[in-house]
């Protein structure tokens, strides 16, 4: 299967567009069919219709497969330049808003660092793809069991450090003079939605709620504290926010877990640097 025509069909996909695509991609709408055309009579499936622009079912399929496969073909591409393309010495680090820990950021050097503080989600696919040089991520886990992380590409997963869970309430909330919460407590509370920020507490989020979409802790925590919505953050950027009020999560036991992804062929300045942070987290444990 050839990945120019399958980056056509996931484009005209996402655009809902034969000409919206030929745009993007820099070809003429003609090219754009043709390379549909071809893909269709490789597979020997009708893979869209036209009117409107939608996927077929054996198109829903093959999409569901073209991420993950393009993804793959851009690290390898990425695993194999990167050690040419690199600048001597400096190092692209990703990382989630709340994988950034003091102690994390005291270990990275004064210079030769850019950090780019991406969501969640977001993290994996830019290391693989070789945007980022290394990558911090966050999420729940029971105590010291890895993070689920999308099976983006080969990369080595170290555990960075685990924090104590706390939720953010608004001063005048009912529950903000207990001593601890369990998740149970909160099944009809109503949730901040910020998941380029916060940690998404799936399994009680019910009902509509204020959706955050940006990386600023500090206004997570102030929506939070004006009463917006209930947010679960490590127990030290809650008890940090300057308002509301932290409580602590007794149950389920579950963590706030960072990771530090690292690519197969790191760069040298990309490999001492996931070694000092290596090193201090097994410092803490």
Same mark, same amino acid.
């Given at each position: 299967?050839?990945?120019h +025509?399958?980056r056509t =069909?996931?484009?005209?996909v996402r655009?809902?567009s =034969?000409?919206?695509?030929?745009?993007e991609?820099?070809? @003429?709408?003609?090219a754009?069919?043709?390379?549909?055309?071809a893909?269709?009579?490789?597979?020997r499936a009708?893979?869209?219709?036209?009117?409107?622009?939608?996927? *077929?079912?054996?198109g829903v399929r093959?999409?569901?497969? &073209?991420g993950? $496969?393009l993804l793959r073909?851009? %690290?390898?591409?990425a695993?194999?330049l990167?050690? &040419?393309?690199?600048?001597?010495?400096?190092?692209?680090?990703?990382?989630?808003?709340?994988a950034l820990?003091?102690?994390l $950021?005291?270990?990275?050097? &004064? #210079?030769?660092? @850019?950090?780019?503080v991406l969501p969640p989600?977001?993290?994996?696919?830019?290391v693989a793809?070789?945007?980022?040089?290394?990558?911090?991520v966050?999420?729940l886990?029971?105590?010291?069991d890895p +993070?689920r992380?999308?099976?983006?590409?080969?990369?080595t997963?170290?555990g960075?450090?685990?924090?104590?869970?706390?939720l953010?309430?608004?001063?005048?909330?009912?529950?903000a003079g207990?001593s601890?919460?369990?998740?149970?407590d909160?099944?009809?509370?109503?949730?901040l939605?910020?998941?380029?920020a916060?940690?998404?507490?799936? %399994?009680?989020?019910?009902?509509?709620?204020?959706?955050?979409?940006?990386?600023?802790?500090h206004a997570?925590c102030?929506?939070?504290a004006?009463?917006h919505?209930?947010? $679960?953050?490590?127990?030290?950027v809650a008890?940090?926010?300057?308002?509301g009020v932290?409580?602590?999560?007794?149950t389920?036991?579950?963590v706030?877990?960072?990771?530090?992804?690292?690519p #197969? *062929?790191?760069?040298p %300045?990309?490999a001492?640097?996931?070694?000092r942070?290596?090193?201090?987290?097994?410092?803490?444990?």
């Amino acid at each position: 299967m050839d990945p120019h +025509l399958l980056r056509t =069909f996931v484009t005209v996909v996402r655009l809902s567009s =034969f000409s919206g695509a030929a745009r993007e991609l820099g070809y @003429t709408q003609s090219a754009v069919s043709q390379h549909i055309a071809a893909l269709e009579g490789d597979l020997r499936a009708e893979l869209l219709t036209r009117r409107p622009v939608e996927p *077929t079912p054996a198109g829903v399929r093959l999409l569901e497969h &073209a991420g993950p $496969l393009l993804l793959r073909l851009d %690290a390898a591409r990425a695993d194999v330049l990167r050690l &040419a393309a690199a600048p001597p010495g400096q190092v692209v680090l990703a990382a989630s808003p709340l994988a950034l820990a003091p102690r994390l $950021l005291a270990a990275l050097p &004064a #210079t030769g660092v @850019t950090l780019r503080v991406l969501p969640p989600a977001d993290v994996p696919a830019a290391v693989a793809a070789g945007g980022c040089d290394l990558g911090l991520v966050d999420g729940l886990a029971a105590p010291s069991d890895p +993070l689920r992380l999308p099976d983006v590409a080969p990369l080595t997963v170290t555990g960075a450090g685990e924090e104590e869970l706390a939720l953010l309430l608004p001063a005048g909330h009912p529950l903000a003079g207990r001593s601890a919460l369990r998740l149970d407590d909160l099944a009809d509370a109503r949730w901040l939605d910020a998941p380029q920020a916060g940690i998404a507490p799936a %399994a009680v989020r019910t009902g509509p709620s204020l959706r955050y979409e940006g990386t600023d802790l500090h206004a997570l925590c102030a929506l939070a504290a004006a009463g917006h919505g209930l947010a $679960l953050l490590p127990r030290r950027v809650a008890e940090s926010a300057g308002a509301g009020v932290a409580v602590p999560l007794s149950t389920p036991r579950l963590v706030h877990r960072t990771e530090l992804l690292t690519p #197969t *062929t790191p760069t040298p %300045a990309a490999a001492a640097l996931a070694a000092r942070l290596t090193a201090l987290s097994r410092a803490g444990a």
